[in-house]
């Protein structure tokens, strides 16, 4: 025992402990006491960990507070649990105890259902607060044990959400605040009325969290008795809280309001665009999407990672001789490079690196998307506008009076935009575009089929680039049995973590323009492409699993 009941952990008895079964080095525990004299209100583990002393099991790694959490719970014989919001029904749980008993306590719940409550604490052998909670609950209490710094860190969220969606749940229309440009989270509205400031706290929870799970968008969806908040990680859709009705419907137009649009047209999709600055100074910028359903206004926020305004090709999966290949592609003064792959694939990352790459002080760059996906200051973008009658033929006719070099369309959809393109690679200028299709060579019988002749597409086609994004494994838990039966607290178990492309590289060569006729056939297509030494999606998605960065499964499942 490293103490008895109602005790708070005692430091000496924890380091004799970890010093015993050689978890830590005497010099690891006396610094420990050092700093436990500068620091005498912190938790014992937090005292240890905070010196990131090496971790005797994996050398090359730290000794983290987890791992001695998890250490421990195996001591006192309590389970320990990493707490992921994302499991937890926090307006069910934050309610069962007062926040001030919550937090005098360090006590957290995590659970209840009919019979028990799961109470999360850092201090396995204090009891008092259990008989307590045992007599105004009428349940019995499950004890598991966490890290201190995550029940302090979440209980403020815990608690300041459940009573904001219930606060936001009585009232009976919440008054929005004024129009802003830029939201600061993480700071107050000092606009926001009595009313509207349970939904302003909700609106900034929810911004905070997505970005802090590495979401790519955010789905608001009314339902008839509740809304649902589900984020997109790593490709997949994840379920996070079910809000009332109303409250999602406010939310919905909280959202619609910054995003400067128009909160009373409930009956057609409107599109925004919205700016956050985190606490940490950096901003994020979303875009919004409205569509209108029978219970209301689904809300689709993009959120657009500040870091990927500066990623590289590199960084996106393209290497060694497929790189070096694009990189010549794009050095061509004319002609058409076109990004093909389904939506959600990358494509935009891909053209925008491929822009970032080319933007030089020489070089005149511009762009026509629908909409901006992100705003980038070496290109002029121009906006598509289906109300002032500019769409992707008229905008990139207006780009060519620009005097560019190099023109971006975001997407080729119809006969008019793909002629247009062929003119202006005619004529010399560089055009990237995208196209959906499921590989490279698809994209010339689409062109073909949209109306371009086939001595165009000839004439100005150099190459297109076919993708997809896998999920790449979690460098944490990727080893089996790192983590126990516990969840990784980096990628919840799932085994992965962050994505990476896979790439088809299709440069136009001499014996494939000749087979580029008005009845060419893609299976002769495919065939020629493979002469002249294209590697398909599924081939470099088998170099991944080789290389131990993926699975099959997940090859299997972009790539069909």
Request: glycine content about 8%.
């Amino acid at each position: 025992m490293l103490a008895s009941d109602n005790h708070d952990l005692d430091l000496n008895r924890l380091l004799e402990a970890l010093l015993a079964q050689q978890r830590i080095t005497p010099a690891t525990a006396l610094a420990a006491l050092e700093r436990a004299e500068a620091q005498p209100g912190d938790h014992p583990l937090e005292l240890i960990a905070d010196l990131a002393p090496p971790d005797p099991r994996y050398p090359t790694r730290p000794l983290e507070l987890d791992t001695l959490c998890r250490w421990l719970a195996e001591q006192v014989g309590q389970p320990f649990v990493l707490i992921d919001p994302l499991q937890v029904d926090l307006v069910q749980v934050a309610g069962l105890m007062p926040g001030a008993f919550a937090q005098r306590h360090g006590i957290l719940a995590v659970a209840v259902d009919e019979h028990s409550i799961t109470v999360a604490s850092a201090q396995p052998y204090q009891r008092e607060w259990e008989a307590d909670l045992r007599r105004s609950l009428g349940k019995a209490v499950r004890r598991v044990l966490a890290s201190p710094r995550q029940i302090r860190q979440l209980r403020p969220t815990f608690l300041g959400l459940a009573h904001s969606v219930r606060g936001a749940g009585l009232a009976p229309s919440p008054r929005l605040g004024e129009l802003e440009h830029l939201l600061e989270l993480g700071s107050k509205q000092p606009q926001a009325s009595a009313d509207d400031a349970h939904i302003v706290h909700i609106v900034d929870w929810m911004l905070q969290y997505a970005i802090e799970q590495r979401a790519s968008d955010i789905h608001l969806e009314p339902r008839r008795e509740q809304g649902h908040l589900r984020l997109r990680i790593d490709g997949l859709l994840h379920a996070v809280y079910a809000f009332p009705a109303g409250v999602t419907l406010a939310m919905v137009s909280r959202l619609k309001h910054l995003g400067c649009m128009n909160v009373a047209e409930k009956r057609r999709p409107q599109d925004g665009r919205l700016k956050t600055r985190l606490p940490s100074g950096a901003e994020v910028e979303l875009r919004l999407s409205t569509l209108p359903t029978p219970f209301g206004e689904k809300l689709v926020l993009r959120l657009s990672d500040p870091q990927q305004l500066h990623v590289s090709l590199e960084t996106l999966g393209l290497e060694g001789p497929l790189l070096a290949q694009w990189l010549a592609l794009l050095q061509q003064r004319q002609g058409i490079l076109l990004v093909t792959g389904p939506t959600g694939s990358g494509k935009t990352s891909t053209l925008y690196a491929s822009l970032r790459h080319l933007a030089t002080p020489q070089v005149n760059l511009c762009s026509i998307e629908d909409p901006i996906e992100r705003l980038e200051p070496s290109i002029n973008q121009l906006q598509v506008q289906p109300s002032l009658e500019l769409d992707f033929a008229s905008g990139a006719r207006a780009l060519l009076r620009q005097d560019p070099d190099i023109i971006m369309i975001g997407e080729i959809r119809d006969r008019e935009t793909a002629q247009v393109a062929a003119q202006a690679a005619l004529t010399g200028h560089l055009v990237l575009s995208t196209l959906h299709t499921q590989d490279a060579c698809g994209a010339i019988t689409r062109l073909l089929e949209l109306g371009v002749a086939d001595y165009l597409v000839k004439a100005t086609l150099l190459g297109v680039m076919a993708q997809r994004l896998v999920r790449t494994f979690c460098p944490l838990c990727h080893n089996p049995g790192q983590h126990g039966e516990q969840p990784c607290p980096q990628c919840r178990g799932s085994g992965f973590h962050g994505r990476t492309g896979l790439f088809e590289l299709l440069e136009v060569s001499a014996a494939l323009r000749e087979r580029i006729t008005p009845a060419c056939d893609l299976g002769a297509l495919r065939q020629q492409a493979e002469l002249d030494g294209l590697h398909d999606l599924r081939r470099q998605g088998r170099e991944r699993v080789a290389q131990g960065r993926t699975c099959l499964e997940e090859v299997l499942r972009v790539c069909g």
